[in-house]
Nanobody
Framework: QVQLVESGGGSVQTGGSLTLSCTVA????????MEWSRQAAGRQRSVIAS?????STNYADSVKGRFTVSKDTTKMYLQMNRLNEGDTASYYC????????????????????WGQGTQVTVSS
């Protein structure tokens, strides 16, 4: 089981910035992509930013131009600028990939791991 730990959440005023981090406790074999999702009260969780193993990024329209996702060998980051009240939510990191399992490590198995989330609250 891979452990993901988000950090960097908190309270900020409208127009402010925060940087979230997602620390991965171990190596991720066959990593496909890492994602940030968020879930506001009473709403479904949705992906807002993703980055592939090769570094290609994608953003939801709601955060495009304001948020930047990046990663290094052990962490994924989400730089959030020009925050507004609509960004108030719990933020989660997620990793997806394929690992080889079985007696001879020749059977591909997809994996998905989620962190516990970190709260971001934006107020005027």
């Amino acid at each position: 089981q891979v452990q993901l730990v988000e950090s960097g959440g908190g309270s900020v005023q409208t127009g402010g910035s925060l940087t979230l981090s997602c620390t991965v406790a171990q190596n991720l074999p066959g990593l496909n992509r890492m994602e940030w999702s968020r879930q506001a009260a009473g709403r479904q969780r949705s992906v807002i930013a993703s980055i592939t193993a090769g570094g290609s990024t994608n953003y939801a329209d709601s955060v495009k131009g304001r948020f930047t996702v990046s990663k290094d060998t052990t962490k994924m980051y989400l730089q959030m600028n020009r925050l507004n009240e609509g960004d108030t939510a719990s933020y989660y990191c997620h990793v997806n990939g394929v690992e080889f399992v079985g007696r001879n490590y020749d059977r591909p198995q997809e994996y998905d791991y989620w962190g516990q989330g970190t709260q971001v609250t934006v107020s005027s």
